[in-house]
Nanobody, 124 residues
Framework: QVKLVESGGGLVQAGGSLRLSCAAS????????MGWFRQAPGKEREFVAA????????YYADAVKGRFTISRDNAKNTLYLQMKWLTPEDTAVYYC?????????????????WGQGTQVTVSS
């Protein structure tokens, strides 16, 4: 079965950086677009970034554009999210997800499989 496992979260001071990883198994990784979402306490899950299956195109939420970079290593079946200049507003559980098709978008309903999430906490 499809399994997505995130790692790399933690506690960081404002202005710091983190790199999240998402190891995928049980799927042909190169067939699918992939995305990152996040959910803060009391808020709905929101889109962060997405990448097409061959890394040709990336998409970002306005809130993270210029600070976050999504990438993937298809040889390692791994998705990444490099986060820089973090702010307390970035505090959330971060989830990776497999898009239903080759063209990912920002709607959670367009993703079939999700990881368990990794906590990112940014202190001021």
């Amino acid at each position: 079965q499809v399994k997505l496992v995130e790692s790399g979260g933690g506690l960081v001071q404002a202005g710091g950086s983190l790199r999240l990883s998402c190891a995928a198994s049980g799927l042909t990784f190169t067939y699918y677009g992939m995305g990152w979402f996040r959910q803060a306490p009391g808020k709905e899950r929101e889109f962060v970034a997405a990448i097409t299956r061959l890394s040709g195109t990336t998409y970002y939420a306005d809130a993270v554009k210029g600070r976050f970079t999504i990438s993937r290593d298809n040889a390692k079946n791994t998705l990444y999210l490099q986060m820089k200049w973090l702010t307390p507003e970035d505090t959330a559980v971060y989830y990776c997800a497999q898009s239903r098709g080759i063209m990912p978008d920002g709607r959670p309903s367009s993703y079939d499989y999700w990881g368990q999430g990794t906590q990112v906490t940014v202190s001021s």
